[in-house]
Nanobody, 111 residues
Framework: QVQLVESGGGLVQAGGSLTLSCTRS????????MAWYRQIPGDQRELVAS???????KYLDSVKGRFTITRDDAKNTVFLQMNNRQSDDTSVYFC?????WGQGTQVTVAS
């Protein structure tokens, strides 16, 4: 079993910045790849950003240039820095590691 603990959600003004963090309780088979998803009630969960074990990153088109995913392997933690927040970014953000999900953290962008 792996526990994922997320933090950093909250209310931010449009154009503002916010950083989410997610710490996993242990590492499976040397895998350090992690990802952030988001979901609006009634919609499918979508991949926002991912970082592979080798450090390769991928982003949802709508967040490219605004969001940055990074990782601190010593702390088993992944971060999602979100700049220039837009109202469409309002969602519940979930951290994923292998087949495990965090509990989700609400991010609301106020216009």
């Amino acid at each position: 079993q792996v526990q994922l603990v997320e933090s950093g959600g909250g209310l931010v003004q449009a154009g503002g910045s916010l950083t989410l963090s997610c710490t996993r309780s242990r590492t499976i088979l040397g895998i350090s790849a992690m990802a952030w998803y988001r979901q609006i009630p009634g919609d499918q969960r979508e991949l926002v950003a991912s970082i592979a074990t080798n450090g390769t990153t991928k982003y949802l088109d709508s967040v490219k240039g605004r969001f940055t995913i990074t990782r601190d392997d010593a702390k088993n933690t992944v971060f999602l820095q979100m700049n220039n927040r837009q109202s469409d970014d309002t969602s519940v953000y979930f951290c994923k590691y292998c087949n495990y999900w965090g509990q989700g953290t609400q991010v609301t962008v106020a216009s």
